[in-house]
């Protein structure tokens, strides 16, 4: 409860409480239960699953990691025994030139661009209105095999809406349609507005106009669960089917059987039914369903033909999870689940070697969020998950995972693109340096001194220099990103190979070879 200046009126029944600042109480009343026991809240629960959550790197990650320190570490005893080795052998070898050696040939140019990289990726998920708390996150999104889908919030609007109108034999739709929009007229509640909605939009109707002398409107009320009217000598109602037979005095079996059918299709397609009745006689059904997000299937589908598995996870039946799932058009479902069984699940999926990403909204997703390895939290949504997630998606689009999967692969294109180049940049470098340094001592390796640099000197200044200057060359394609084509790991290594591996080799002979003339013309070494 807050006076923040800005404030936010909620609604009766919804599930989101990102901000209670001037929160309006529609119907009935708000019931606080305060107690000092530990661990016993819903919060208590929800922090301790967050605190043990934690991150783990993925296999590109520690592959990236293996190979640079690999390298970092088999140079760094390289350049250390070369020491002796010039002592013995007579060499005179500085640590100047050591140290030049050493910078020369490990993987400098990569770890130097790496930061641009993740910078570049995090501004292109901006572009998307997509805000990531790091690169390694947008990295991480490449290699994602399965995406978990809240239901309430991300997948569906979260509000149950009025989609038709279902009336008994004898009954006409309009009717119908008129008795719901006149019963639901003091029903404030997001329910209420929708069977309104439906009816003026989709049936042409207008608000009835009765006399306030002669109407007694029937607000809606959690303990009744009915609203109406009574009008002109009519007793409208509208409400949860077990509240208006028990209204009317009747039960469900003594009910004409197309209502029953009715109620039941409603109910096995994962919709609330809500029963219709004027002066004691039952008019028909509305439909009330969870609505799913337009677009949204055509968007997993393409999620499907990137590799990626869509699961949607919600507290609903069985029945119900199905029914939606179905219509959302996700790979599979968690019914009825828990925070405690989306961690679990997560845990699961990771342990088998998949990468998760993880589409919420609610605090009881926060959990879930702080695992996954990509966790998107929508704008809308609360502020624990927001917290929880390493990215927030301002548009509260689920499916935004599309643009934040291909960002992810192009990051990891780019990186192996270049990590191919440094490789092959480092090995050129060992023709320029290493016959300079031990020509004169093994006469023998002026044979792979195959660019004729003027001095040893030269040939290390000149490779020192030329180590600078293309990591700032690089920079700009570092930023851009190679351009993301879905092509198989197969075709993809073979082009690093040739453009990437080829080009690291050739580049540096023409460069450290430009910068000698131009280091032995000025007499600088």
Same mark, same amino acid.
């Given at each position: 409860?807050?006076?923040?200046?800005?404030?936010?009126?909620?609604?009766?029944?919804?599930?989101?409480?990102?901000?209670?600042?001037?929160?309006?109480?529609?119907?009935?009343?708000?019931?606080?239960?305060?107690?000092?026991?530990?661990?016993?809240?819903?919060?208590?629960?929800?922090?301790?699953?967050?605190?043990?959550?934690?991150?783990?790197?993925?296999?590109?990650?520690?592959?990236?990691?293996?190979?640079?320190?690999?390298?970092?570490?088999?140079?760094?005893?390289?350049?250390?025994?070369?020491?002796?080795?010039?002592?013995?052998?007579?060499?005179?070898?500085?640590?100047?030139?050591?140290?030049?050696?050493?910078?020369?040939?490990?993987?400098?140019?990569?770890?130097?661009?790496?930061?641009?990289?993740?910078?570049?990726?995090?501004?292109?998920?901006?572009?998307?209105?997509?805000?990531?708390?790091?690169?390694?996150?947008?990295?991480?999104?490449?290699?994602?095999?399965?995406?978990?889908?809240?239901?309430?919030?991300?997948?569906?609007?979260?509000?149950?809406?009025?989609?038709?109108?279902?009336?008994?034999?004898?009954?006409?739709?309009?009717?119908?349609?008129?008795?719901?929009?006149?019963?639901?007229?003091?029903?404030?509640?997001?329910?209420?507005?929708?069977?309104?909605?439906?009816?003026?939009?989709?049936?042409?109707?207008?608000?009835?106009?009765?006399?306030?002398?002669?109407?007694?409107?029937?607000?809606?009320?959690?303990?009744?669960?009915?609203?109406?009217?009574?009008?002109?000598?009519?007793?409208?109602?509208?409400?949860?089917?077990?509240?208006?037979?028990?209204?009317?005095?009747?039960?469900?079996?003594?009910?004409?059987?197309?209502?029953?059918?009715?109620?039941?299709?409603?109910?096995?397609?994962?919709?609330?039914?809500?029963?219709?009745?004027?002066?004691?006689?039952?008019?028909?059904?509305?439909?009330?369903?969870?609505?799913?997000?337009?677009?949204?299937?055509?968007?997993?589908?393409?999620?499907?033909?990137?590799?990626?598995?869509?699961?949607?996870?919600?507290?609903?039946?069985?029945?119900?999870?199905?029914?939606?799932?179905?219509?959302?058009?996700?790979?599979?479902?968690?019914?009825?689940?828990?925070?405690?069984?989306?961690?679990?699940?997560?845990?699961?999926?990771?342990?088998?070697?998949?990468?998760?990403?993880?589409?919420?909204?609610?605090?009881?997703?926060?959990?879930?969020?702080?695992?996954?390895?990509?966790?998107? %939290? *929508?704008?809308?949504? !609360?502020?624990? &998950?927001?917290? #929880?997630? $390493?990215?927030?998606? =301002?548009? /509260?689009?689920?499916?935004?995972?599309?643009?934040?999967?291909?960002?992810?692969?192009?990051?990891?294109?780019?990186?192996?693109?270049?990590?191919?180049?440094?490789?092959?940049?480092?090995?050129?470098?060992?023709?320029?340096?290493?016959? %300079? *340094?031990?020509?004169? !001592?093994?006469? &023998?390796?002026? #044979?792979? $001194?195959?660019?004729? =640099?003027? /001095?040893?000197?030269?040939?290390?200044?000149?490779?020192?220099?030329?180590?600078?200057?293309?990591?700032?060359?690089?920079?700009?394609?570092?930023?851009?990103?190679?351009?993301?084509?879905?092509?198989?790991?197969?075709?993809?290594?073979?082009?690093?190979?040739?453009?990437?591996?080829?080009?690291?080799?050739?580049?540096?002979?023409?460069?450290?070879?430009?910068?000698?003339?131009?280091?032995?013309?000025?007499?600088?070494?």
């Amino acid at each position: 409860i807050t006076g923040e200046s800005a404030p936010v009126i909620r609604e009766a029944g919804g599930d989101r409480s990102a901000v209670t600042g001037g929160t309006t109480v529609l119907s009935d009343f708000v019931k606080v239960k305060i107690t000092a026991s530990p661990g016993s809240t819903f919060i208590d629960r929800m922090i301790a699953l967050v605190e043990g959550a934690e991150r783990q790197k993925t296999p590109n990650e520690l592959a990236l990691s293996i190979l640079l320190s690999g390298l970092t570490l088999i140079f760094l005893i390289v350049c250390v025994t070369l020491w002796p080795i010039a002592k013995y052998s007579g060499t005179d070898l500085s640590a100047t030139v050591l140290i030049a050696l050493l910078v020369c040939l490990i993987p400098t140019t990569i770890g130097g661009l790496l930061s641009a990289i993740g910078i570049a990726g995090m501004d292109r998920l901006i572009r998307f209105n997509v805000i990531a708390t790091s690169g390694r996150a947008v990295e991480a999104a490449g290699d994602v095999d399965t995406l978990l889908l809240d239901k309430t919030g991300t997948i569906t609007f979260g509000n149950r809406m009025a989609t038709e109108f279902l009336p008994v034999r004898g009954v006409r739709t309009e009717d119908l349609a008129a008795a719901a929009l006149a019963s639901s007229l003091s029903d404030e509640t997001p329910e209420g507005r929708s069977i309104v909605a439906l009816a003026k939009g989709e049936y042409r109707l207008l608000e009835p106009a009765p006399d306030p002398a002669h109407t007694k409107v029937i607000p809606f009320s959690a303990q009744t669960r009915i609203s109406g009217v009574d009008i002109a000598g009519r007793s409208i109602r509208k409400g949860a089917i077990d509240s208006i037979l028990r209204y009317l005095k009747t039960r469900i079996e003594q009910t004409q059987s197309e209502f029953r059918q009715e109620v039941e299709r409603v109910a096995m397609s994962g919709g609330t039914p809500l029963a219709v009745a004027d002066d004691g006689r039952l008019l028909g059904v509305v439909h009330l369903k969870d609505v799913v997000k337009p677009g949204i299937k055509d968007r997993f589908a393409a999620l499907r033909v990137m590799g990626i598995r869509t699961v949607m996870v919600t507290g609903d039946n069985p029945t119900t999870a199905a029914a939606i799932a179905s219509e959302a058009g996700v790979d599979d479902f968690l019914a009825e689940a828990t925070p405690e069984d989306k961690l679990t699940y997560i845990r699961k999926e990771q342990f088998g070697g998949r990468l998760i990403a993880m589409c919420g909204d609610g605090t009881n997703d926060a959990p879930a969020l702080a695992q996954a390895d990509v966790g998107v %939290a *929508m704008q809308t949504g !609360t502020q624990a &998950a927001r917290e #929880a997630g $390493n990215m927030v998606d =301002l548009d /509260s689009n689920p499916t935004k995972l599309i643009e934040i999967v291909e960002i992810g692969k192009q990051l990891l294109m780019t990186r192996g693109s270049l990590t191919t180049f440094s490789i092959a940049n480092d090995v050129a470098k060992y023709f320029a340096i290493l016959p %300079a *340094m031990f020509a004169v !001592t093994y006469p &023998a390796l002026g #044979a792979l $001194n195959v660019m004729r =640099l003027a /001095s040893s000197q030269s040939a290390i200044l000149s490779a020192v220099i030329f180590n600078a200057l293309i990591i700032i060359a690089l920079i700009p394609l570092a930023l851009k990103g190679v351009a993301y084509r879905p092509v198989g790991a197969a075709a993809l290594l073979r082009r690093n190979l040739l453009v990437y591996g080829l080009g690291g080799l050739i580049l540096p002979f023409i460069g450290i070879k430009a910068i000698d003339l131009v280091v032995a013309a000025l007499h600088l070494a």
